[in-house]
């Protein structure tokens, strides 16, 4: 008996395709990926990836947008939602930058990897730096210090530190703008 073709086995073979993609640009480049790459580490044919995307270009950009969009949902949830501004600030920061960037650390291409996201799809890095600015602007009141901390957050990224460091620079950067905006607030208030 034929199993009867089912959506969710789509999204399923759609989402094990975009992580064997992801990991093979990040581990051999994106110059050097083959679709043959793919869809060996997938564990699928080359003629199943090339009816889904038309080209690499189109898988890479699959899996930056999948990579980066995905989060944002939650992490915009988090920034609206109940409790306080440093928790949520450390939330945010966790699903848009430390969940991306474990993803990333320690692979061969890393660096490359954002580069290149960054030159073939502009658009989906110009809207998550937003999303992340628009979080970030919710927890503490102003979207100048959004953009600072956010400014701030590609900073701490520079040395390529590793997750458990990352952590710790964030918690420390949200506990100082969390601290400056309250205070901002009560001397406003008062």
Known sequence: MV????ESDSAARRQKILLAARWCFLNFGYAKTSFEDIAKRAGLSRTLLYRLFKDKEDIFQAVFADWLVSRQPEAMKAASGPG????RLITVSSLLV??????MVGAAMATEFY??????DPETSAQHRRVV????????????????FVLALDGLLIDEPTVP???????????????????????SSA
């Open 3 to 6: 199993k009867p073709f089912l």
């Open 84 to 87: 306080n501004a440093l928790d």
């Open 98 to 103: 430390v969940e991306p960037w474990s993803d």
């Open 115 to 120: 580069e290149v996201c960054q030159r073939l």
């Open 133 to 148: 600015i628009d979080c970030v602007s919710t927890i503490l009141g102003d979207e100048a210090a959004a953009e600072v």
């Open 165 to 187: 460091i990352l952590q710790q620079r964030i918690e420390v950067l949200a506990d100082r703008f969390t601290r400056v905006t309250r205070r901002r607030k009560a001397d």
